[in-house]
């Protein structure tokens, strides 16, 4: 459906209503999306947003100088790269349907022999954004946000829209994705507590130490190889040692480092949120939920 059709829809779905139905549903349509508070307009500020970058990067969202290797997933089946803050299950259904993405690869040739392909994105969706900033972390209001890798800027623009965090800062070493993000944090307005920081995390212990939630999403994995890696999370770790620092990963801190062996003892370095400890977390939730865990330094 194209903006024509959908403009056309809803006028035809306002007319169809009597007139005092008419009535009651456009003051709650100017009611619900002009308050600031409404979930529905953080929705919308992040999907024009997403709908801006769609233009700027290739279909899969990944920039010619960047260098992702899916082939380090366990899973043997094609990876193909479909960002979720760019595209919504139900965009997805349409670019299947449009024959512009296979959800399946066929594993002989010419046959009716077909798996399913592996989708990943390294981009949280707007829903998931929304429950880390509205549900799973405290008021952040004074505090400093770090996202490591921030790449199209995702969790930057969650972070201003969905917090009340003074200050939030995205470190990416890909210079061309950084001028994406600032392209973006200029254009809508966002450099009054948005800071991109082009350069290693490596290289800015300072930022580290004075951040109070880092968020680590799909960070290190496709982007680096095993000695990088392990290199990395051990500098990581004797770097962030501020207590009640809160680190929000996808996927668990566990799983990423069992397969590293670096040595770092996570028991004594910190404590696992559990999902349960967060208030109104509901069942519909259950699917944002899914890999993202919470842990604060001890």
């Not at 779905?13 to 009611?31: A, H, P, Q, T, Y």
């Amino acid at each position: 459906m194209d903006f024509s059709q959908a403009k056309s829809s809803f006028l035809n779905l306002v007319n169809s209503l009597n007139n005092d139905v008419r009535s009651d549903f456009l003051s709650w349509c100017k009611e619900y999306f002009s308050s600031e508070s409404s979930s529905c307009k953080t929705y919308f500020d992040l999907r024009t947003i997403a709908e801006d970058i769609k233009i700027l990067v290739p279909q899969n969202a990944v920039l010619p100088t960047e260098q992702i290797n899916h082939s380090k997933m366990d899973d043997q089946a094609p990876v193909i790269h479909v960002d979720s803050f760019l595209f919504e299950d139900d965009h997805i259904d349409a670019m299947v349907d449009e024959g512009k993405l296979s959800r399946n690869y066929c594993k002989q040739c010419g046959s009716t022999n077909v798996a399913p392909i592996t989708f990943i994105s390294h981009s949280a969706s707007i829903p998931r954004i929304q429950f880390i900033f509205k549900c799973m972390l405290p008021d952040l209001n004074g505090k400093t946000v770090l996202d490591v890798g921030s790449r199209l800027g995702a969790i930057l623009y969650g972070a201003y829209y969905c917090s009340s965090a003074s200050k939030i800062i995205g470190v990416e070493m890909n210079q061309d994705l950084c001028k994406l993000q600032n392209h973006i944090v200029s254009k809508y307005g966002l450099n009054d507590r948005i800071q991109v920081i082009c350069n290693n995390i490596c290289g800015l212990p300072e930022v580290v130490q004075a951040s109070d939630v880092i968020i680590f999403n799909n960070v290190f994995e496709c982007f680096m190889d095993i000695e990088s890696q392990q290199n990395i999370w051990k500098w990581l770790r004797n770097h962030i040692t501020k207590p009640g620092t809160i680190l929000v990963t996808v996927p668990s801190i566990e799983d990423t480092l069992n397969s590293l062996e670096t040595g770092i003892d996570v028991s004594t370095w910190l404590r696992k949120v559990s999902i349960e400890d967060i208030e109104n977390v509901l069942m519909d939730d259950e699917d944002t939920l899914h890999e993202i865990f919470s842990y604060i330094v001890i």
